[in-house]
């Protein structure tokens, strides 16, 4: 099945996606834009462009696993995404991807404006990974 992520950001939202066979999960892009309404339909053309059959969407939460306000601004996002793709939307515990994104980019010195570009893509690779080895134990 052909999965997206999304990790969404208020400005920077990150977009991953794995082939059919759900073993690699690639970086697709880094989408600049405040306004939901608008990159939900920018996600919608890459949903349709890749045949997307499910989207994941990264849910932060606190270290102690309790939600704050972003979590609900996630929610909130994958309901307008399911509402408008008709696809299923999944979310996903992102606790630390942003932080191994980091982590990942320093070991392949990745600096400056490239690395501001990238983080979000590589947090939605993260996240896809963490969902697609989930999926595998069920």
Same mark, same amino acid.
């Given at each position: 099945m052909v999965i997206m992520s999304?990790?969404?950001?208020?400005?920077?939202?990150?977009?991953?996606?794995c082939d059919k066979s759900e073993f690699l999960a690639s970086p697709v892009c880094v989408i600049t834009e405040r306004n939901a309404d608008s990159l939900s339909n920018k996600l919608c053309s890459l949903?349709?462009?890749?045949k997307t059959e499910m989207i994941c969407v990264g849910l932060?939460?606190?270290?102690?696993?309790? #939600?704050?306000?972003? $979590?609900?601004a996630c929610r909130e996002f994958a309901e307008i995404?399911?509402?408008?793709?008709?696809?299923?939307?999944v979310l996903r515990d992102e606790r630390l991807t942003t932080v191994s994104a980091h982590k990942l980019l320093n070991m392949n010195n990745v600096r400056g404006k490239k690395r501001k570009q990238t983080v979000d893509a590589v947090s939605a690779?993260?996240?896809? #990974?963490?969902?697609? $080895?989930?999926r595998k134990k069920q």
């Open positions: 999304v990790d969404y950001g208020d400005v920077r939202t990150g977009v991953a996606v949903a349709s462009e890749h932060p939460k606190n270290m102690d696993g309790s #939600e704050g306000l972003r $979590a609900g995404l399911h509402k408008k793709t008709g696809l299923p939307v690779v993260l996240i896809l #990974e963490d969902f697609i $080895a989930f």
